[in-house]
């Protein structure tokens, strides 16, 4: 028997046996196009939720990029090999003789640059204007975990979170008082992960088509070991199974996509 969405609401609810509050913090677990946004919308409408992906679509969007642009953003080897040119178009040396390189400028990501975000420092170099967009977003990220709290809301956590020390360190990030009361809600996947692939792409390429917003998601993102909550990690840990409704929102998608034009991707 199908469940209504609002069958569905009251069995959270009761699984949950309490009302969300200003006490409580969410930690969502679980692959993209899982059902995490349409969680949110039905039980903690309200919350604060901190979300990467979000402030980085934002990011990009004011500097006219997308969310793919932020991370293409990043030149290759062949392009930090790429010597600088003086104005006569000769490559430029340092005092030892030895070419200056990292010349390749991108026509519109700019010019190569010192990476600007400290935590990446597994990525030294970047294009400038994506980096500037990037760091605006991880600045906007940092603003929202430490609103947080004060925010008088529940908050919530709204990103993949497969790995518990990766929990860990979000949740840490918080500065939460002890009264908190953390939730672990865990979007089950097993199984069903090449539909919930099928679902990222559709919704991807529906998004391009209706609003020009591109975010593709590798592959390999979908078959990614999600860690289950560790003892002791959450005061509650619920689980959300979607995995019957992928197939029917794929195909969903799929017709609006044709109704836009295209028939096939």
Do not use: C
Not at 103 to 111: I, L, M, S
């Amino acid at each position: 028997m199908r469940l209504t969405r609002r069958q569905l609401k009251r069995l959270i609810q009761e699984a949950l046996d309490f009302q969300p509050t200003a006490k409580h913090l969410f930690v969502l677990i679980g692959l993209p196009s899982a059902g995490k946004s349409t969680w949110i919308q039905e039980n903690v409408p309200d919350a604060h939720i901190i979300s990467s992906d979000e402030t980085m679509e934002r990011a990009a969007a004011k500097h006219g990029f997308t969310y793919d642009d932020l991370f293409d953003g990043y030149p290759t080897q062949e392009q930090l090999d790429t010597p600088k040119l003086d104005q006569h178009g000769k490559a430029m040396v340092d005092n030892d003789g030895n070419p200056i390189l990292k010349g390749y400028a991108h026509p519109d990501f700019g010019p190569i640059v010192s990476q600007q975000i400290k935590r990446k420092t597994f990525k030294p170099d970047a294009f400038q204007f994506t980096n500037i967009a990037e760091k605006e977003a991880d600045d906007e990220l940092t603003a929202s975990r430490n609103a947080a709290v004060s925010s008088g809301k529940p908050i919530v956590i709204d990103m993949m979170n497969t790995s518990a020390g990766g929990r860990k360190f979000q949740v840490s990030e918080l500065k939460l008082p002890d009264d908190y009361i953390k939730v672990g809600v865990v979007f089950q996947s097993e199984g069903a992960e090449d539909d919930i692939l099928a679902l990222s792409k559709s919704r991807n390429i529906f998004g391009q088509m209706n609003t020009g917003a591109k975010k593709t998601i590798p592959d390999s993102v979908f078959h990614r070991e999600i860690e289950m909550p560790q003892p002791g990690e959450f005061d509650k840990v619920i689980y959300v199974d979607n995995r019957g409704k992928v197939k029917d929102f794929h195909q969903s998608n799929l017709q609006k996509i044709r109704l836009l034009g295209m028939e096939d991707f």
